[in-house]
């Protein structure tokens, strides 16, 4: 019998109720029972990048974030799209990560949920294979027009959307 795996997904919105993070906690619903779906919902408890604190010094919410990432069988990373890029504190948390191997042979899914995302979705994709993360096709989801897929309660309200998600989990399960 096989033990029952430990995702890690990380909210990148900078927006407390974010369409981002209702994403993420409805897929730790389809995933209930199948897995443990842990939410990272605010990354602005992570100090600003310093690249002279990478190795030595490192603060105590770095080290927590990083250990998270290694201790996670998976990781999902679901993020809006600010000015055709992926948003500062994402960029910040992942900064972190670089000089480590946290990412290093991950299983990383990959939503990209906003207005439109392309950009975004692309920008996340190169830097998630350049840490060394495994990225797969399956497992990245660009929802455009989010605000109208998703309602103010969380509810997937675009039957599409919420095909792609169920399809996703399975492929989360198969990690």
């Known amino acids: 019998m096989s ?17 981002n993070l209702s994403i993420l906690k409805y897929i730790a619903g389809l995933g ?7 939410i990272i919902e605010d990354l602005s408890v992570l ?18 974030f990083r250990e998270k990432i290694l201790q996670a069988d998976a ?15 994402l960029k910040n948390a992942i900064e972190w990560c670089v000089s480590t191997t946290v990412f290093s042979d991950k299983p990383v899914g990959i939503i990209t949920a906003s207005a439109s995302g392309e950009k975004a979705h692309e920008e996340l994709k190169l830097i998630m294979q350049t840490v060394q993360a495994i ?3 399956e497992t990245c ?4 027009g989010v605000k109208g897929k998703v309602g103010e309660e969380g509810e997937m309200i675009d039957a599409k959307t919420e095909a792609e998600l169920r399809m996703l989990v399975r492929m989360i399960e198969g990690l």
């Open 3 to 19: 033990s029952i795996k430990n995702i890690l997904a990380i909210n990148g919105s900078a927006s407390r109720h974010s369409s």
């Open 141 to 144: 989801l660009l929802i455009k």
């Open 135 to 137: 990225v797969h096709e």
């Open 32 to 38: 209930e029972g199948k897995f443990k779906l842990s």
């Open 75 to 89: 990781v999902i990373i679901c993020t809006p799209e600010y000015v055709f890029s992926i948003p500062a504190r």
């Open 47 to 64: 100090p600003h990048f310093e690249t002279e604190r990478t190795d030595t010094n490192v603060p105590a919410a770095v080290v927590d």
